[in-house]
């Protein structure tokens, strides 16, 4: 049976149990979901949910989250049996602390930059503007590369400030890039995170929030700690591993942003535009919710093999997982990255 992940943000809706199924309650309306339908459930904190519902959930390893109004997660239950394999979080541990660790995260930004350049040129071509400008960007990004293939791997101090500091370039490239290609109206001078600053922004940091809420739920149920990283350490009370990981499959939210945008499906309507800050609105997150997941849900040929999107990051994980549930400590470092 096909399960879709529930997406609850709508102010007022309740989610309750009846006859052991999910009832989802607002006003005059009333729906209810089977269990076996379900593979996430992520509320806003304008919505409720009961006691029952969460066992429910939890007794079908359902996982649950809360997010802000950005997309961003901001609590999760689980089941104690998810990832109940210590091995995994103490070699974990030492893994993060190791040359391997070193050579997984250079690993990962060269993915990264590949990727950007790889949705530069696409977009590019989609929009026409190719051209110089963009024939210097593929010289600038090849530059990054190979600075980050041939540095050192024994010094990680110093390999951690060198690649944070090529990683943050080419992002910026990549981001001017991005505004480049959008409609004139569109166009940003930087990234904005938290709060965003425009529209573009604001759609892309509510996908990104998707993407993090589902990295972090597959890391639990897999044995992982999201709070063990190797590249973004040391932030307290953060996942910084889902951090790590999501470098790789960031443009994976960023492309079907950039689509809702060129396409004119995104609209200035669909944003609450403030002095400092600017929010989706309702309308907006539902049709970007429903661009995202379609696109999460297409069948793509990636590292050899054709699956969704979305099984993809999850078998990425799993494998990681399991690569620390067997990991044999090589050169323990007590610096890391």
């Known amino acids: 049976m096909k399960k879709f992940d529930l997406l609850i943000d709508k102010y007022g809706v309740g989610l309750s149990v009846?006859?052991?199924?999910?009832?989802?309650?607002?006003?005059?309306?009333?729906?209810?979901?089977?269990?076996?339908?379900?593979?996430?459930?992520?509320?806003?904190?304008?919505?409720?949910?009961?006691?029952?519902?969460?066992?429910?959930?939890?007794?079908?390893?359902?996982?649950?989250?809360?997010?802000?109004?950005?997309?961003?997660?901001?609590?999760?239950?689980?089941?104690?049996?998810?990832?109940?394999?210590?091995?995994?979080?103490?070699?974990?541990?030492?893994?993060?602390?190791?040359?391997?660790?070193?050579?997984?995260?250079?690993?990962?930004?060269?993915?990264?930059?590949k990727n950007q350049m790889g949705m530069v040129f696409k977009i590019s071509k989609e929009t026409g503007k190719q051209g110089p400008y963009i024939s210097r960007l593929r010289e600038k990004f090849s530059k990054y590369l190979l600075k980050i293939s041939s540095s050192n791997d024994v010094d990680s101090l110093d390999l951690a400030n060198q690649l944070r500091g090529w990683e943050a370039n080419a992002s910026k490239l990549y981001f001017r890039a991005l505004s480049y290609n959008?409609?004139?109206?569109?166009?940003?001078?930087?990234?904005?995170?938290?709060?965003?600053?425009?529209?573009?922004?604001?759609?892309?940091?509510?996908?990104?929030?998707?993407?993090?809420?589902?990295?972090?739920?597959?890391?639990?149920?897999?044995?992982?700690?999201?709070?063990?990283?190797?590249?973004?350490?040391?932030?307290?009370?953060?996942?910084?591993?889902?951090?790590?990981?999501?470098?790789?499959?960031?443009?994976?939210?960023?492309?079907?942003?950039?689509?809702?945008?060129?396409?004119?499906?995104?609209?200035?309507?669909?944003?609450?535009?403030?002095?400092e800050r600017v929010f989706i609105t309702p309308p907006g997150r539902k049709i970007i919710i429903e661009l995202f997941f379609s696109y999460l849900n297409e069948r793509v040929e990636w590292q050899g093999e054709r699956t969704k999107r979305i099984l993809h990051i999850k078998n990425y994980t799993d494998n990681f997982a399991n690569k620390m549930k067997n990991y044999k400590l090589n050169d323990n470092k007590t610096s890391g990255i």
Not at 56 to 80: H, T
Not at 216 to 245: A, C, Q, T, W
């Open 18 to 113: 009846k006859d052991g199924q999910f009832h989802i309650r607002h006003k005059d309306s009333r729906q209810t979901i089977p269990v076996s339908k379900i593979r996430t459930i992520a509320l806003t904190k304008t919505t409720n949910i009961t006691g029952s519902a969460i066992k429910l959930a939890l007794d079908n390893e359902i996982d649950i989250s809360f997010i802000e109004r950005d997309g961003m997660p901001f609590a999760r239950i689980w089941n104690s049996k998810f990832g109940s394999i210590t091995t995994i979080r103490r070699h974990q541990l030492a893994f993060s602390q190791s040359i391997d660790g070193s050579k997984w995260i250079k690993e990962v930004i060269i993915m990264k930059i």
């Open 182 to 275: 959008l409609p004139q109206e569109f166009q940003f001078e930087k990234r904005s995170k938290r709060p965003a600053l425009d529209p573009f922004n604001a759609a892309l940091n509510y996908c990104y929030g998707i993407l993090y809420n589902k990295i972090e739920g597959m890391m639990i149920r897999s044995g992982l700690d999201p709070h063990i990283g190797i590249f973004h350490k040391d932030r307290y009370n953060r996942p910084v591993l889902v951090f790590d990981v999501i470098e790789i499959f960031r443009h994976w939210a960023e492309y079907p942003v950039m689509e809702a945008f060129i396409s004119n499906i995104m609209r200035k309507e669909h944003f609450e535009i403030q002095k």
